[in-house]
């Protein structure tokens, strides 16, 4: 019966126009947030918060912000472009100060701003002062709520503590966490991630998962479990392995199946969204979708492969332009797919199209 009313409850959420959409988003998360308080006494409000944790992931909506403080990983994964793009002329680096200054003041014009700190390649927790940075985006008044996207690799003792006094300083913007781990076993995390680090990461996250448990935090945090080819996902062992402590707000989905476009190599050991061809007349509504990219580029961030090597058509500008002249960009790139059918580099033959709303 649960099972079925949160499918019902999903197809109702994702019918909501736009704006009714961010509304109900923000409402539900600062709900969670009130309700945060008074479980530290009170454990009966638990269902109370996991349903305004899954109501508050699935009303996300399309506009949020991707905000990449670094563009450096500590793993190759099969199922992205950064070992390509090692082999380019990328520059790989940590966002500047400076930059960071710059990037604040222009998110200030989007408005009820949801920000996603996930970068287009690489892992957040790499930048030196990523839990200060975050801290400060956080402390403006247009950002209502934030995510954070991480391989949990560096996510050691000290790098919990530090994300624990940011969890605990901050005003419940900070809504979801995700950990991005590769299968169940440490051969499976190798062969995905090209990493022998699954025992790492599976004793961060518990360590973590612990402290959160200890202080009462309360924040949802999802794993989010990569397979392999003719892989099954199997609940109760990811449970076993990265939830000891039996944190309540922890939530477990996987991927059996990645996405793709004409430009990026595929591999064998991996399945990959079927090649579905719909007649793509209308802009794909990631491009509406932004992200600073830690050099000072702003983008149409459609996906993990919007910024193919060698490529900058959803490039919108730097943080130097006006928003006018982001948006503007923005504009010619969905009116060139829509009325010259002008489709960009990343999106030709790509996987994870959705048609954009309001066409």
């Given amino acids: 019966m649960k099972r079925k009313i949160k499918i019902v409850l999903e197809l109702l959420l994702r019918r909501l126009p736009e704006r009714l959409e961010i509304m109900v988003s923000l409402f539900f998360n600062r709900l969670k947030s009130r309700l945060a308080g008074p479980y530290k006494r009170h454990a009966f409000l638990k269902p109370f918060i996991r349903l305004c944790d899954f109501i508050v992931v699935r009303t996300n909506g399309d506009r949020f912000i991707e905000f990449e403080l670094t563009n450096i990983c500590n793993a190759q994964c099969v199922f992205c472009p950064y070992p390509d793009m090692l082999r380019t002329e990328k ?5 500047s100060e400076q930059v960071l200054d710059k990037t604040i003041r222009k998110i200030s014009g989007f408005k009820d701003a949801l920000i996603s700190f996930t970068p287009t390649t690489g892992d957040t927790l790499l930048h030196p002062d990523w839990d200060h940075y975050i ?20 996510l050691d003792d000290a790098y919990a503590e530090r994300f624990v006094r940011l969890l605990s300083e901050d005003e419940g913007k900070m809504s979801q966490v995700y950990f991005s781990v590769g299968g169940l076993d440490a051969e499976t995390y190798k062969a995905l991630y090209k990493v022998d680090r699954f025992d790492l990461v599976r004793n961060n996250i518990n360590g ?16 989010h479990v990569k397979l392999l080819k003719g892989m099954e996902f199997d609940a109760v ?13 922890v939530y477990f989905s996987y991927s059996d199946r990645y996405f793709s476009n ?8 991996i399945d990959y969204y079927p090649v579905d061809e719909p007649v793509k007349q209308h802009a794909c509504a990631y ?30 500008g730097d943080v130097d332009d006006s928003h ?17 059918q002008i489709i960009p580099k990343p999106c030709q033959g790509c996987t994870v199209y959705r048609c954009r709303r309001g066409v």
């Fill in 91 to 95: 520059k790989f680096m940590n966002m």
């Fill in 135 to 154: 801290a400060r985006v956080l402390e403006q008044k247009s950002i209502s709520k934030a995510t954070m996207f991480t391989n949990a690799i560096k």
């Fill in 208 to 223: 973590f998962l612990k402290r959160l448990t200890e202080n009462r935090i309360v924040t949802g945090i999802h794993i």
């Fill in 237 to 249: 062992r990811a449970s076993q392995l990265f939830n000891v402590h039996d944190y309540p707000f």
């Fill in 262 to 269: 004409d430009g990026y190599k595929r591999n064998a050991i």
């Fill in 287 to 316: 491009l509406l979708k932004t992200r600073f990219a830690a050099d000072g580029g702003i983008w149409a961030d459609g996906c993990v492969i919007s910024e193919m090597p060698g490529d900058s058509s959803l490039r919108l």
């Fill in 324 to 340: 006018d002249v982001i948006e503007e960009a923005r504009k010619r790139i969905i009116d060139n797919w829509e009325q010259r």
